[in-house]
């Protein structure tokens, strides 16, 4: 079955003016980014593209014809020019008081592709601009990719067409811990950290945040007896998490952070190379933080470290021990982000061994 990309037109390949109404040429800007991801989709994927707009009143006296036609079909040129083509056009003339079942985010004009099997409708997208692209994504019963959101551009689109999105869950269930993990590594941040431990999830939410992925850590520990298994085993989970997020690895950076924190300077350099190994490099004086044990932090790094498969050396010096740990956290943030960043213009292994 094939599948559909069905593409805005306004505010997702040409940029939008304040009117929404691109009726001159000296109006028609394109989306950065546009032309080369989708020429490198169309290259590169079998799905079939169809353009869907509306373009409110079309052929009345507020828009003619005349100001639509000429613009729209030099837009069709210049995408043609670059290997872009389209396999469908629909645009819907209707003003939105018309209620008319044609128009975004109503399906009519889609209904033809929703209603034949010959169609994988559940992995085909909608891409668009506004909120009502996602809904008509909704309606139609694909996915969708919305140029507000954030952190979506069009490498973004392409990348995650392309390459895939790269979202992994583990549950980890021993007599001492039950573990819930979910790692989209190419989220916006958004975190949801419940370990049982304040200062624990303060730090696993650095990851989240400053790395740009969305993470979900459920942990439920035997707290009662002590704090090791909780926070040694989150580490294992997440770390596997991590792991299985990658893939393949064809296209990561694969290294990547020294950071400051007031008085501190900490460095997190890791590898993806396959091969786990932690240098630790930070003292601490001080028992704990918060309800976090210090000598904890060394054995978190190492089961992250074992579990992931990726070499990790961290440094740290300064004074203020509660800067000196979040500062690491951060540092190891900013390396992942740095290391899980992909180029699929260069979708190969980061190795001349050929495997990682």
Same mark, same amino acid.
């Given at each position: ?65 005349? !100001? #639509? ?9 210049? =995408?043609? @020019? *670059? /290997? $872009? &083509?389209?396999?469908? %056009? ?44 996602? !809904? #008509? ?9 919305? =140029?507000? @959101? *954030? /952190? $979506? &551009?069009?490498?973004? %689109? ?56 969305? =993470? ?141």
């Amino acid at each position: 079955m094939k599948r559909i990309l069905f593409i805005d037109r306004d505010g997702t390949i040409i940029r939008e003016p304040a009117d929404e109404q691109i009726d001159s040429f000296d109006k028609l800007r394109f989306v950065s980014g546009v032309i080369r991801n989708l020429a490198f989709l169309r290259e590169k994927l079998d799905f079939r593209f169809v353009m869907v707009s509306n373009q409110d009143g079309l052929g009345t006296q507020a828009f003619p014809e005349d !100001t #639509f036609w000429p613009v729209h079909n030099f837009i069709l040129q210049t =995408l043609e @020019d *670059e /290997g $872009i &083509t389209f396999d469908d %056009i629909l645009i819907d003339p209707h003003f939105p008081e018309d209620n008319a079942p044609t128009r975004k985010p109503n399906t009519g004009l889609v209904e033809k592709y929703m209603n034949n099997p010959e169609y994988d409708i559940a992995n085909s997208y909608v891409i668009g601009d506004r909120e009502t692209d996602r !809904t #008509f994504a909704r309606n139609i019963g694909c996915k969708s990719l919305i =140029l507000s @959101d *954030e /952190g $979506i &551009t069009w490498n973004k %689109i392409a990348e995650l067409l392309f390459a895939g999105e790269r979202i992994a869950e583990v549950k980890r269930a021993t007599k001492e811990t039950d573990i819930h993990v979910k790692v989209n590594l190419d989220g916006t941040g958004k975190c949801d950290i419940q370990t049982g431990l304040g200062f624990f999830d303060h730090m696993l939410e650095q990851i989240g945040k400053h790395g740009m992925m969305d =993470l979900m850590i459920h942990t439920k520990g035997d707290l009662e007896v002590d704090e090791h298994h909780t926070i040694e085993d989150t580490a294992i989970a997440l770390g596997e998490c991590m792991l299985h997020a990658l893939g393949d690895k064809r296209g990561i950076e694969r290294y990547g952070y020294s950071l400051p924190m007031d008085d501190c300077l900490c460095s997190v350099c890791l590898d993806f190379g396959g091969r786990p190994w932690l240098v630790w490099d930070a003292e601490f004086k001080r028992e704990k933080i918060g309800e976090m044990p210090t000598e904890m932090f060394l054995h978190f790094f190492k089961s992250l470290s074992d579990a992931a498969k990726m070499n990790l050396n961290i440094k740290a010096e300064g004074q203020n021990e509660h800067h000196k740990i979040e500062g690491i956290f951060k540092a190891l943030a900013r390396a992942l982000k740095m290391a899980v960043r992909r180029d699929i213009y260069h979708y190969e292994l980061p190795s001349t061994k050929g495997m990682l």
